[in-house]
């Protein structure tokens, strides 16, 4: 197994898209929720599992990501075993940086090649690497790469192969006293008897600097621990054994490796970087935000403007397809009903979406490929700053815009536990993807046909930009009155502006709309199959049909035949299992402006919000007792009436309606991952009803406020 590691921004996950294309498998490492992203590497000389291993500054680690990180490179990872060779990515551009981390990874005596990236910029710069000094100094081979030109891949390959076939360790690069060094094996022997196997470089910081855990673990084996007690003796007083001492040794190695190895190539005098300009105007208190909510306006802009011919072309294929499979089941009411009706109507409701899906993922792809996502998290900083967080919230709260459930497991890299449990209280606010079909839905129906396209694409950033708003007085009162959390310092590494690496975002792209299709494939086909089967059973008997026709008849002298038989299908829904449980809780929702057919939509969507559109669906479409011709959704929302005969849907109730999704908790599997996230069902419950009530009463409000504006 190959491992590949380094300091975050070095280029690490460039290159393992490079080595492994889309040959890769996402999930999670064993007992965390930490993604673990693996893929199959070939080589001359056969092919190997490949790991991306979480990015870290050092083997001291603080967040939860870092923590695992450590554990997949010490081997201890459960389920894993050790890696055979290690790919550490260097930044040619911050190599003093760098080379602290290598030089901790390479007292695990694990073989080692080093991927240097970024030798282009270096070049940039008037600088230049020496590469034959820098593989003599560090003693492994280095290899440079260029990861979004592909250079260089061919050569790392081979050293790969090289390395894994003689699989000589690399050579301890700092000097120790012997005496440390000899007490390091004395402990270390103590430890194999009771069948304990630490790392020489563990054992060694053990020594230096325990930690609570290990002098609890020493608890359990007094033998070992008189031992530990002595060894420590031996180096009481010893300088060099101090932590500071031995960064500051640290850091003086890299900075010798640095000078010997890299030379100006001109004595001129140096001019601000590009990098330096633009940041200038992007990173500044003013025109930064500006630009910052510019490009947030123009993405979802762009992602209601440029799908929506994709959008028409699925669903009229989706469309054609029932007309084509429906008259083969006509024998069979309910069989037809189920498959044109429930699956292909449900799902393809759904799919329709996945155009907007992908538009979305691209543009989040190439912001950070470009570098510009870390700009925006400096920018946010100033944001969150009052309420209590840092910019580094920032990156699970854009998470979240995708999908609530990576970005709750990207709180990790928060290194205080009360702020990553305020984080992860608001990312599910943030509006995910999933509720991305029930905006367009909504907006496509009632305010673009009225308003225009303008104000339709106004309208999809402002449900998203409203999650954000919300969150930020949220978070304020969770820190001070329920977490008492305090805010940390922010630090973060700017890495250069670039062109993004078109062979990521097709990556990124591939994968989100993987999830979503998979998502697509069993949840929806699942619910849609449950929530048909509610709406269809059971059936009026011959009798009460033609008695709710003839009642329809009497009142309504110049009725036509289709709208008797809407009016027929209206009585077969209310009748069914779904309509009398959407009857008996409509009170509650009436003053937000819902009839029991949205209440109960709204409410076969709380296990996943991606349920919502298949079950307007089968709600207003009515089945299979109306001809397919009437089937387009939109405009059986438009034609829904109450009984009195006035518009169900107004565009107050369509705002009102989205600003219930937007802050409304109906995700299962969010609510699962804080449970994971916090080892208890206390938090997650807390955050079902906090979210829950927010977004009954943010309807409510709206949709008064449109009866008081008229």
Request: glycine share 8%.
């Amino acid at each position: 197994m190959v491992a590949i590691v380094g300091n975050p921004n070095a280029g690490k996950t460039t290159l393992f898209n490079s080595l492994t294309g889309s040959h890769q498998k996402v999930g999670n490492y064993p007992g965390v929720t930490v993604e673990k992203v693996a893929g199959t590497l070939r080589l001359p000389s056969g092919v190997v599992e490949c790991i991306d291993v979480p990015g870290l500054y050092s083997v001291s680690a603080v967040s939860e990501d870092e923590r695992v990180a450590l554990e997949v490179i010490q081997g201890h990872c459960p389920g894993l075993r050790m890696p055979d060779l290690f790919v550490c990515v260097v930044d040619a551009t911050n190599l003093e940086r760098n080379l602290y981390l290598f030089s901790q990874l390479a007292e695990t005596q694990t073989p080692m090649v080093v991927a240097l990236t970024m030798v282009d910029r270096l070049t940039g710069k008037n600088r230049q690497i020496d590469i034959a000094k820098l593989s003599n100094l560090l003693g492994v081979e280095v290899v440079p790469i260029v990861g979004h030109k592909e250079r260089g891949l061919s050569l790392l390959r081979e050293a790969v192969a090289r390395n894994l076939e003689k699989r000589k360790p690399p050579v301890a690069l700092l000097a120790r006293d012997d005496v440390l060094e000899a007490q390091v094996s004395f402990l270390r022997e103590r430890l194999a008897r009771i069948g304990a196997d630490f790392g020489r470089a563990e054992v060694r910081e053990a020594l230096v600097a325990p930690t609570d855990e290990f002098r609890s673990f020493l608890e359990e084996f007094p033998e070992v621990r008189e031992a530990f007690e002595s060894a420590q003796g031996v180096i009481a007083g010893f300088p060099t054994g101090a932590p500071s001492q031995e960064v500051a040794t640290r850091y003086q190695w890299a900075t010798m490796v640095e000078r010997a190895s890299v030379r100006e190539l001109s004595s001129g005098r140096k001019s601000r970087s590009l990098t330096d300009r633009i940041d200038g105007f992007l990173t500044h208190r003013v025109f930064g935000l500006i630009v910052f909510v510019g490009l947030m306006y123009l993405v979802f802009q762009s992602i209601y403007t440029f799908a929506q011919p994709l959008m028409d072309g699925m669903d009229t294929g989706f469309k054609w397809l029932q007309g084509a499979v429906g008259p083969h089941l006509a024998g069979i009411p309910a069989l037809q009903s189920l498959v044109v009706d429930g699956l292909i109507a449900g799902v393809g409701g759904v799919m329709s979406f996945l155009p907007q899906i992908l538009i979305l993922f691209f543009f989040i792809s190439v912001l950070e490929g470009t570098g510009y996502l870390a700009r925006a998290a400096f920018l946010m900083d100033r944001l969150l700053g009052w309420c209590g967080l840092n910019g580094r919230a920032f990156i699970p709260l854009l998470s979240s815009f995708a999908c609530a459930v990576p970005g709750i497991m990207s709180a990790r890299v928060m290194p205080d536990s009360k702020s990553r449990l305020a984080t992860i209280l608001v990312s599910p606010l943030m509006s995910c993807s999933a509720r991305l079909p029930v905006y367009l839905l909504l907006i496509g129906a009632f305010i673009q046909p009225r308003y225009g396209a303008f104000w339709a694409g106004f309208s999809l950033f402002a449900m998203h930009l409203l999650g954000l708003l919300v969150a930020i007085p949220i978070v304020w009162f969770f820190n001070r009155r329920v977490l008492r959390g305090s805010r940390l310092p922010f630090m973060l590494e700017l890495p250069p502006y670039q062109w993004p690496r078109w062979r990521d975002v097709w990556l990124a792209m591939y994968f989100r709309g993987k999830v979503f299709v998979n998502t697509a494939g069993t949840i929806i086909v699942a619910m849609s199959i449950v929530i048909w089967g509610l709406s269809y059973f059971p059936r009026l008997s011959p009798q009460q049909r033609q008695q709710a026709a003839a009642e329809y008849v009497q009142a309504h002298r110049d009725a036509n035949p289709s709208v008797i038989q809407k009016h027929v299908a209206e009585q077969q829904l209310a009748s069914s299992v779904l309509g009398r449980f959407g009857k008996a809780i409509e009170p509650a929702f009436r003053p937000a402006g819902f009839d029991w057919r949205i209440t109960t939509s709204i409410l076969a969507a709380f296990p996943a919000r991606e349920t919502v559109v298949p079950s307007l669906g089968i709600i207003f479409s009515l089945g299979g007792d109306v001809d397919q011709g009437n089937g387009n959704l939109r405009s059986a929302l438009n034609d829904a009436a109450w009984p009195d005969g006035s518009p169900l849907f107004t565009p107050w109730t369509a705002v009102g309606m989205m600003v219930f999704f937007a802050l409304c908790m109906q995700c299962m599997a969010t609510l699962a991952t804080v449970k994971r996230e916090t080892n208890g069902w206390k938090w997650p419950i807390f955050m079902f009803t906090y979210m829950t009530a927010l977004a009954y009463l943010a309807a409510i409000l709206v949709h008064q406020l449109g009866l008081w504006l008229g």
